[in-house]
Nanobody
Framework: QVQLDESGGGLVQAGGSLRLSCAAS????????MGWYRRAPGKEREFVAR????????YYADSVKGRFTISSDNAKNMVYLQMNSLKPADTAIYFC???????????????????WGQGTQVTVPS
């Protein structure tokens, strides 16, 4: 059974930084894309960032480009999201995702088949 455990969320002032971590376990994740999504209060879940398993290809939502960086450590089955210059609009629950089947690497949509973590709350007060 696949398990994704996010950590690193919290409350941070605008302009601050946080680093989210996602620990994946339960199967071999080679050749899968991994990513982060978020759901803000009253909104649908949206794409944030994605990385391929080899770590040499990334894709970001326009809203976080230049501020967030996704990375991975294959040996540890870990994915990270470094978030800098945080804004109140970044307040959301952040979900780690393993994409088993994706329509396109450069899609903002959700995977056709994937696994999800329980999420970690990030709050940036206005």
């Amino acid at each position: 059974q696949v398990q994704l455990d996010e950590s690193g969320g919290g409350l941070v002032q605008a302009g601050g930084s946080l680093r989210l971590s996602c620990a994946a376990s339960g199967r071999t994740f080679s050749n899968y894309n991994m990513g982060w999504y978020r759901r803000a209060p009253g909104k649908e879940r949206e794409f944030v960032a994605r990385i391929n398993w080899s770590g040499d290809r990334t894709y970001y939502a326009d809203s976080v480009k230049g501020r967030f960086t996704i990375s991975s450590d294959n040996a540890k089955n870990m994915v990270y999201l470094q978030m800098n210059s945080l804004k109140p609009a970044d307040t959301a629950i952040y979900f780690c995702n393993v994409a088993v089947s994706l329509s396109d690497f450069y899609t903002d949509g959700e995977p056709l088949i994937g696994f999800w973590g329980q999420g970690t709350q990030v709050t940036v007060p206005s």
